[in-house]
């Protein structure tokens, strides 16, 4: 809605990239570890769907209701909607819609690769489920299940099948692979948290998905 309004729809303050920078290099980050393969080329077309939003003109309590401050109209210079089709180190190719504007959709990040003999695809809001494609048998939805885990995947796990984890599991994982290294006294060769790298990398790729849009053309990614 117009009246939607937080400090990501200020470019001094969030970049010029908003729904890429925002929840764009989620996606990004996440589809290169699995994919196990860099993104080395990106075609982008970015929208901004909502032209023209309703900055409150003074300070808010978080839950007011839209309708009861005062509010001042503002152009908006960034994107909430983009496209972007995407070139892979091995040869294979990837798209992904990132949206900001689409109702229903509270945090949505979904994931499918599709390879040879079969398909997989995964969505953060039903964090539990993993969906198996197959060609010539029924497919399948796997439920996490810690025994049936490689060790490096069970070791990222603290509930027992049946137990559902979330979102807030992701933190407690995040912050004991940081504290695992931090009593090591020396940071991991391949680190299982984000490390500065991995943030630059996010970085590197949005900016390319800016030049690819302003200029209406693949972009390579800088390694």
């Known amino acids: 809605m117009p ?5 990501r729809l200020e470019p001094d303050k969030g970049g010029e990239l908003r729904a890429v920078a925002d929840i764009g290099s989620h996606w990004l980050d996440l589809a290169e570890f699995v994919a196990g393969v860099p993104v080395t080329e990106v075609f982008a077309d970015l929208a901004t769907m909502i032209p023209v939003r309703r900055r409150p003109a003074g300070k808010v309590e978080t839950f007011a209701a839209a309708e009861a401050v005062d509010r001042v109209d503002v152009p908006m210079a960034t994107e909430d909607l983009a496209h972007v089709l995407i070139r892979f180190a091995n040869g294979a190719r990837g798209s992904v819609v990132v949206s900001q504007v689409s109702a229903g959709r509270k945090n949505s990040l979904r994931l499918e690769l599709d390879g040879s003999a079969g398909a997989l695809a995964w969505d953060s809001e039903r964090p539990e489920e993993l969906w198996l494609g197959h060609r010539q048998r029924a497919n399948e939805t796997l439920l996490r299940d810690p025994g049936l885990f490689e060790p490096a995947a069970a070791a990222r796990t603290s509930l027992p099948a049946g137990h559902a984890e979330g979102f ?14 931090v009593a090591s006294g020396a940071m991991p060769a391949e680190p299982e948290f984000p490390s500065f790298a991995a943030g630059l990398r996010e970085n590197v790729i949005s900016e390319a998905v800016a030049r690819s849009a302003a200029e209406g053309r693949w972009e390579k990614v800088p390694t």
Do not use: C, I, P, Q
């Open 3 to 7: 009246t939607d309004w937080n400090w």
């Open 168 to 181: 807030a599991d992701t933190f407690k994982e995040l912050y004991r692979a940081v504290y695992g290294a």
